[in-house]
Structures are given as C-alpha cells and as structure tokens.
C-alpha cells in the first residue's frame, strides 16, 4: 500500500508562465488557479510568507480547486525569522488563526523556512517544534520544517523533529546542504534546480529517478543516494509531496506535469 503522492509548484501568478509557456494564449488571469490546479496536484503557496489573508480568500481558493487538490502554505516570516523562536508563540497564533481552515481537506502541510544563516540551537528550536499546534478549528494541522544552514545536520535536529512528528523537508539546491531523513508521518520535498534549456526543466533521466525515489518515499521507504544524518525512519506507508520550486521558474510547471505523467 503506498499512499498519494502530490507534485506542484510555488504559486500559480507568473508572468512568464502565460502566452503558452504554461497557461494557454489570451488565458484570463482570474482563471488561472482553476486552470493551474486541472494539471498539478498541489500548490506551494508563498504570498502567505509575506502577509496576512482574509478567511473568504482561502474559502475562495478552496472552491476554485477540485476534490483531492491540496495547498501547502508557508508560514509567515514573522514566526521564524527571529532571534529567538522560542518568543514566535503569538506571531504562530496570528499565522493559522487568520483562516486557513477555511481550505478544509485542501490544506495540506504548513512549511515552516528557516533563513540560511539561521544556526540550530536545541533548546530554542526544540521550544519552538512545541508552539505548532496540531488542529485548529477542529481540522489536523501538518507541519514541515526547512532549515538551510549546515549546523542542522545533526542527530539531535532529526530526534527534535521525530518526537514532535514535524517534517524535515528535503530540499534539493545548489545554494546550501540538505536532510534527507524522514521524521514525519509525510515527506516534502522540494526540488530547486530547473534548468532553462530543458524542456521540462530536468532531464528524463532525472525525472524517472525522481519519479522512482517519490514511489519509494510514499511506500514508506528512505531511497538510496540521498543525503543522511541517520537515516533509521520506520518503514510506513506516508503522503508524499514533491515541488518544483525556483530554478529555472519558467519551466517549473513542465517539470510537475513530466513527473505527474511519470507516476501516472
């Protein structure tokens, strides 16, 4: 038994992504959420990172999609980039208070990102893991963290998360190192190195592993060649997301549809 597998991209408003480089010629611009969530899964959404939303607006959002599509929303930039995370309690409050209920069954994990020079301290981080709640309005609530600074690469970061049920996300980039260890009922990964003379973004050979290394994620597996800190997950069956995120932006779209095909 393996369990569903959603691939996507950050957002649906790009203009480079209109004129048939995704969205087809004279597309309206108020239909793109409708016409982007007909050939993805799931969508990163990353305005939430930098304001606030009104609760009709995810209502909206919610009503736009079909059944089975799922958001992922970043947290606002107000919870972790701050000195002290452990004080990030009323600002994580403000963040899943506004509304995002509203998605119901759509909502899918909170992406908690970290900046690059933000280094682990255990206590702080550890207090922080314990201010992610885990429902509100009566709906569950899944929370995944992504830290990019090369201190987290410890036994002790993986065993925080693990205990709090909170995922690592593993985020493929040529800017800072990345943890593959699976410490979440859920696997998100995202992936950030689209090229733009690719079609697709990557090449086939890339997509088919990708395409293998997600079927092994969701059939509870850690795939071979990814980079470890323990790599001792307990082999179950997980919702597994996969974005194509910055890059070649352009082509990121091409890349979702050619690893959706792939899993087909």
Request: hydrophobic share 45%; charged share 20%; net charge neutral.
């Amino acid at each position: 038994m393996t369990h569903p597998i959603r691939i996507g991209i950050g957002g649906w408003t790009f203009e480079p992504w209109r004129g048939g480089a995704f969205y087809p010629e004279k597309w309206p611009i108020k239909r793109e959420l409708e016409y982007a969530a007909s050939k993805l899964t799931a969508i990163e959404v990353n305005g939430t990172y930098y304001s606030g939303f009104k609760p009709a607006t995810f209502a909206n959002w919610r009503d736009q999609t079909p059944d089975g599509f799922v958001f992922t929303l970043k947290a606002s930039r107000f919870c972790t980039n701050r000195k002290l995370l452990a004080d990030a309690g009323e600002s994580v409050a403000r963040f899943v208070g506004q509304g995002i209920t509203e998605l119901g069954g759509k909502l899918g994990p909170i992406l908690w990102q970290f900046m690059a020079t933000k280094k682990f301290d255990a206590e702080d981080f550890g207090a922080f893991l314990k201010l992610l709640p885990a429902s509100h309005d009566g709906i569950a609530l899944r929370h995944a963290v992504q830290v990019r600074h090369d201190s987290f690469a410890v036994p002790e970061f993986v065993a925080l998360c693990r205990a709090a049920g909170v995922a690592i996300v593993y985020a493929q980039s040529d800017e800072y190192p990345a943890i593959a260890d699976v410490t979440g009922d859920f696997v998100y990964a995202r992936l950030e190195t689209a090229i733009e003379d690719e079609p697709t973004g990557y090449s086939p050979a890339e997509l088919g592993r990708w395409a293998a290394v997600a079927r092994d994620w969701a059939a509870g597996g850690e795939p071979a060649g990814l980079p470890y800190v323990t790599n001792d997950a307990a082999r179950t069956p997980r919702d597994t997301f996969v974005f194509f995120i910055s890059g070649a932006k352009v082509r990121n779209p091409a890349a979702a549809q050619a690893l959706i095909a792939r899993l087909a």
